[in-house]
């Protein structure tokens, strides 16, 4: 979700029970969350994720195929119906490409919760990278370079984790993901039964702590990578198994946050190691504070 308005991380409360995923006409509806720096193949910003990049085509062939491979997978493991959001700041799916069985989203209202609601029965990520600060983690970052850190009511989250909170709220089951190691680690450790698959590994050790935007956009690019052909071979193997699991998983498994929710954003500057802090608070709407602190 490479866009400098996503800086926002959102949090709900807990629901402990489990459930079946069949809902009330017995189909299965699953979303996806899309995004390009966690997908096999591409191998940094400037030329692979945005538009003008040489390979920015090729990325979103990469992505497209590795969001069809999840979709065969879902389906054969008993999906029903599956829609894929769009969730690359300046668009990661070539629709001509997308397999026909799905609906594509991109420009939902809010933006948050980006078309995510209560009629799905599970939510998995695609081509998803870990939050910035992580070591060893390939292109990692939170919505955009100058973000050091994110938190709500004192606890560090990414991107990743804003959707997962976003699920709890809709009593949506978080199941699937693939991105590189770094961050397929941050999702069990948020949801320990989640399935994922790691399409490549980073490489440089450093956080980023002290860098300034610039030169925190430089760092992180170096990965030992699986090529797409075989990413997309193991996503549909996984994918399957995770959809036959998803009606016995567990709804929830984040402990709750109580009202009243405060944002803090760690901004860089540059001058190295210094921040700039904003803040936002709310006291009982932790979407309209998604969506005000992305105007």
Not at 80 to 87: F, K, Q, R, S, T
Not at 97 to 126: C, E, H, M, Q
Not at 205 to 223: C, D, H, V
Not at 242 to 267: H, R, V
Request: hydrophobic share 35%; net charge negative.
């Amino acid at each position: 979700m490479t866009h400098k308005n996503a800086r926002c991380m959102i949090t709900f409360a807990r629901n402990k029970q489990h459930h079946t995923s069949k809902r009330e006409d017995d189909t299965t509806k699953i979303y996806i969350m899309t995004d390009m720096e966690g997908i096999s193949g591409i191998l940094n910003f400037d030329e692979w994720v945005v538009p003008g990049g040489c390979y920015y085509e090729r990325g979103k062939q990469f992505t497209t195929e590795q969001v069809n491979a999840a979709i065969e997978g879902f389906i054969m493991g008993g999906a029903d119906e599956i829609d894929v959001i769009d969730g690359h700041g300046a668009g990661g799916i070539d629709i001509s490409l997308l397999d026909p069985r799905v609906s594509y989203i991109r420009g939902a209202n809010g933006p948050y919760p980006f078309a995510l609601d209560k009629t799905y029965d599970g939510i998995a990520w695609i081509g998803q990278h870990a939050k910035a600060g992580t070591p060893y983690a390939h292109l990692a970052h939170t919505g955009s370079f100058d973000v050091a850190q994110y938190r709500i009511n004192g606890i560090s989250v990414g991107e990743y984790g804003t959707f997962v909170y976003l699920a709890a709220a809709f009593n949506v089951t978080p199941f699937f993901a693939t991105g590189d190691v770094a961050f397929c680690a941050e999702a069990r450790s948020l949801c320990p039964d989640i399935r994922t698959v790691s399409v490549k590994q980073g490489l440089d050790p450093e956080t980023g702590e002290n860098f300034t935007s610039a030169e925190y956009s430089r760092q992180g690019l170096g990965a030992k990578q699986i090529v797409p052909a075989l990413a997309c071979k193991r996503i549909k193997e996984v994918a399957r198994e995770a959809a036959a699991a998803l009606p016995s998983m567990q709804k929830s498994p984040i402990a709750p946050l109580s009202a009243p929710y405060e944002l803090e954003i760690d901004l860089r500057t540059d001058a190295p190691g210094v921040y700039k802090k904003v803040s936002y608070k709310s006291p009982d709407s932790l979407v309209d504070l998604l969506n005000n602190s992305v105007k």
